[in-house]
């Protein structure tokens, strides 16, 4: 079975960084895209990121472009997600997604549990 | 403010039917697939439908999706207290190249 397992979020003043990484098993993590999607308390869903198999190709919504960066390291099975310069506006539940194939496209199968960013001084 | 435009909230009663609608545009929804989750209270959104009218594996018959042009609808036959949670549909945006999502409808079981 697929397992996605977060970590990472915590409590963060504004303007600072944090790094959250995704444990992923249960599946041959290295041909799949990956994502981040994010939960605003109370709020819908936003596409935060993505990343493709080879971690060459990305995508930033364009909230977070210039202050948040994807990476994977496929030799581990893990998705990473550096944060910075964040904002309160950024507090959020993050889940860590499996993509369905190789490109971004594909749809969102398999959810993580979800870390919680909360920021704020 | 979502891309995909949902009902806040839907209600019903045990054994009813009932229908959350979801709008888009010719980016997303009327040029490719739309998939709805449900997120039960405190936990993550589970793939409920996937490729406008397919379920996964376990998910009871009692739920279908349909879609027409640029709109979605999931529809909930024979409700049930365990429906009541949160759902929402999503599409790939072509023009954004991302993927995009209503802004979620709670569905209550009166």
């Known amino acids: 079975d697929v397992k996605l397992v977060e970590s990472g979020g915590g409590l963060v003043q504004p303007g600072g960084s944090l790094r959250l990484s995704c444990a992923a098993s249960?599946?041959?993590?290295?041909?799949?895209?990956m994502h981040w999607v994010r939960q605003a308390p109370g709020k819908g869903l936003q596409h935060v990121s993505a990343?493709?198999?080879?971690?060459?190709?990305?995508y930033y919504a364009d909230a977070v472009k210039g202050r948040f960066t994807i990476s994977r390291d496929n030799s581990e099975n893990t998705l990473y997600l550096h944060l910075s310069s964040l904002r309160p506006e950024d507090t959020a539940i993050y889940y860590c997604?499996?993509?369905?194939?190789?490109?971004?496209?594909?749809?969102?199968?398999?959810w993580g549990q979800g870390t919680l960013v909360t920021v704020s001084s | 403010q979502s891309v995909l435009t949902q009902p806040p909230s839907a209600s019903g009663t045990p054994g009813q039917r009932v229908t959350i609608s979801c709008s888009g545009t010719?980016?997303?929804?009327?040029?490719?697939?739309v998939y709805w989750y449900q997120q039960l209270p405190g936990t993550a959104p589970k793939l409920l439908i996937y490729?406008?009218?397919h379920r996964p594996s376990g998910v009871p018959d009692r739920f279908s999706g349909s879609k027409s042009d640029t709109s979605a609808s999931l529809a909930v036959n024979g409700l049930r207290s365990e429906d009541e949670a949160d759902y929402f549909c999503?599409?790939?945006?072509?023009?954004?190249?991302?993927?995009?999502f209503g802004g979620g409808t709670r569905l209550t079981v009166l």
């Open positions: 490729k406008n009218r």
């Open positions: 997604v499996k993509g369905y194939y190789y490109d971004s496209s594909g749809y969102l199968n398999s």
């Open positions: 999503a599409a790939w945006d072509d023009s954004l190249s991302a993927w995009v």
């Open positions: 990343i493709d198999p080879n971690g060459r190709s990305t």
């Open positions: 249960g599946f041959t993590f290295s041909v799949y895209a």
């Open positions: 010719i980016s997303n929804i009327e040029n490719t697939d």
